[in-house]
Antibody, heavy 120, light 106 residues
Framework: EVQLVESGGGLIQPGGSLRLSCVVS????????MSWVRQAPGKGLEWVSL???????YYADPVKGRFTISRDISKNTVYLQMNSLRAADTAVYYC??????????????WGQGTLVTVSS | SYELTQPPSVSVSPGQTASITCSGD??????ASWYQQKPGQSPILLIY???KRPSEIPERFSGSNSGNTATLTISGTQAMDEADYYC?????????FGGGTKVTVL
């Protein structure tokens, strides 16, 4: 059974840092593309970042230079290090497996999400 | 930057057909995916590569994509289909979502 379990969210002051974790079971992160997708309260979905092959990463413009995605193959876990947090980063953050085939790329498995609230 | 546009809301009577559109410049040249999200739940994949369904998704959900518009069709809509629906496409190593459409089953 595939499971993605996020953790690490919470209340953080503007300018602060937080690291999210996504523990995966049912497939290996080493052989899959993995993403973080966020959803601000009452808003739509927004892709944040993707990692594959260990050192290939992509970021959405709003988080470039502030967020870092990584993975630990030994723990089958994906991380999102978030620095210089802003109120606009307040959202539920989902971890998602990202399938890529035939010039298509989509999210076929999602975690339950972890809430990040940036507020003073 | 590339954008996907969806209507904010669609209403449908039980048993009828609901169509949700997703518009983007030459979207038909890309692949479109669709997700369903119910309140307090994570999104689930409904359609990928324009029209393909994961095995667990009911046949009443179908998709198409041509020109500038992708369409998700729900045939024989049920009360349980009331949810938010998002389209998604991939372009230049950026994963894009539409703004979402709230489907209300009246």
């Amino acid at each position: 059974e595939v499971q993605l379990v996020e953790s690490g969210g919470g209340l953080i002051q503007p300018g602060g840092s937080l690291r999210l974790s996504c523990v995966v079971s049912g497939f290996t992160v080493s052989s899959n593309y993995m993403s973080w997708v966020r959803q601000a309260p009452g808003k739509g979905l927004e892709w944040v970042s993707l990692v594959y092959n260990g050192d290939t990463t992509y970021y959405a413009d709003p988080v470039k230079g502030r967020f870092t995605i990584s993975r630990d193959i030994s723990k089958n876990t994906v991380y999102l290090q978030m620095n210089s947090l802003r109120a606009a980063d307040t959202a539920v953050y989902y971890c998602a497996r990202t399938a890529s085939e035939s010039y298509d790329s989509f999210f076929d498995y999602w975690g339950q999400g972890t809430l990040v609230t940036v507020s003073s | 930057s590339y954008e996907l546009t969806q209507p904010p809301s669609v209403s449908v009577s039980p048993g009828q057909t609901a169509s949700i559109t997703c518009s983007g410049d030459k979207l038909g040249d890309k692949y479109a995916s669709w997700y369903q999200q119910k309140p307090g739940q994570s999104p689930i994949l409904l359609i990928y590569q324009d029209y393909k369904r994961p095995s667990e998704i009911p046949e009443r959900f179908s998709g198409s994509n041509s020109g500038n518009t992708a369409t998700l069709t729900i045939s024989g809509t049920q009360a349980m289909d009331e949810a938010d629906y998002y389209c998604q496409a991939w372009d230049s190593n950026t994963w894009l979502f539409g703004g979402g459409t709230k489907v209300t089953v009246l």
